[in-house]
């Protein structure tokens, strides 16, 4: 009971995050024309709060977008843990589709996913059709390019029926996508994932979301930090510094790894649009940023010479 209890309040941080997202594009941060199709309504959120969202949301973006430019329309994209998140068409919109792009979630979260994607014909329409079918279940979701299936990801002997029926191609170039997800599985699951992961792409990157630096000043993973939400971090110690954000894809048979604190990645992105976003909210304490982005990562990691080394900076 306290496990499933546990898995409900993960599945309730997905509402969190298509929440913010969509708070901060109302404002004006990135644009996404797809999020309110799924999100309807949002309370008000603190600047740092959006400022952080919007460098998640970019520094995701310059990764993505050089996969895109390394693998052509030869490239997979498979994101899991996905939620609500609206990538697939927002690279469609910009002309950038990948051969083939899969979302995983919990079934719960691709039900209530399905559910939206089927009620707007905005959503519908830009699903690639050859003969216009377009597959669904409760859960799951198959078009010709972009496939929305349930599981759990702890649960690695499934993971091969699931990408088979979303047409997975084990040999083509592939980036995988974790934006706060693996915090919330425990390190003997997302160890065995990220393993089996390793052993069957060998042309791929990974590129990985979530909290880092959780030690306080006395070594210890700050207790307030085992709790997000309501729900236990069972991934938590993954999330030391950003040797260990490293390191954890290494040891799991991946070829090499790097990372970046969100600080790091801000300062990165473009300074004409961080002009911009910085105008749209006062932001009277600078610090409170900054410690929140401290706290946060993108760390990736790669198989195969394509994608080896990508760094943070533009171009
Ligand atoms: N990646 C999305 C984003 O950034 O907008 C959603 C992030 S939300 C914080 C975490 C997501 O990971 C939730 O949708 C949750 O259901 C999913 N998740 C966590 N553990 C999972 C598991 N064991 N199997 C499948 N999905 C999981």
Redesign the pocket.
């Known amino acids: 009971i306290k496990d499933m209890a546990d ?1 409900e309040a ?2 309730a ?2 509402d ?3 929440e913010c ?1 969509r708070y901060a594009v109302q404002l004006g941060y990135w644009s996404d024309p797809f999020i309110n199709f799924f999100v309807k309504q949002t309370g008000r959120k603190a600047p740092e709060i959006n400022r952080g969202y919007y460098a ?1 949301v970019k520094g995701i973006e310059v990764f993505v977008d050089k996969f895109i430019k390394l693998s052509g329309e030869k490239g997979q994209i498979i ?7 609206t990538l697939y068409w927002r690279l469609k919109e910009a002309g950038k589709c990948p051969a083939n792009f899969i979302e ?3 079934p ?2 691709t039900a209530r996913k399905c559910y939206h994607i089927k009620k707007h014909k905005q959503l519908i329409d830009m699903l690639n059709t050859e003969d216009g079918e377009i597959r669904f279940s409760t859960t799951d979701l198959h078009a010709a390019n972009y496939h929305l299936v349930g ?4 649960h690695i002997s499934e993971l091969t029926n699931k990408l088979t029926q979303a047409e997975v191609n084990f040999n083509l170039p592939t980036m995988f ?5 693996l915090v ?2 425990d390190a003997g ?1 997302a160890s065995a994932l990220l393993k089996w992961l390793a052993g069957k792409f060998s042309n791929s990157i990974f590129i990985n ?1 979530e909290q880092v630096n959780m030690k306080d000043k006395f070594g210890q993973i700050m207790l307030s930090n085992l709790r997000s939400r309501g729900c236990l971090l069972a991934g938590v110690e993954d999330c030391e510094s950003l040797e260990t954000q490293q390191r954890r894809f290494t040891i799991n048979n991946w070829e090499g790894s790097n990372a970046w604190t969100m600080v790091e990645v801000y300062d990165s992105l473009p300074q004409d649009d961080r002009r911009r976003i910085e105008h749209i909210e006062m932001l009277d304490e600078q610090e409170l940023l900054v410690q929140l982005l401290q706290h946060y990562c993108i760390s990736v990691a790669w198989n195969g010479q394509t994608f080896k080394n990508l760094s943070i900076a533009q171009g």
Do not use: H, M, P
């Open positions: 898995d993960i599945q941080t997905n969190d995050a298509s997202k998640r994101n899991l843990g996905a939620g609500f998140d995983l979630d919990f719960s979260i599981i759990d990801l702890r996508l974790t934006e706060c997800v919330y599985v699951a979301y």
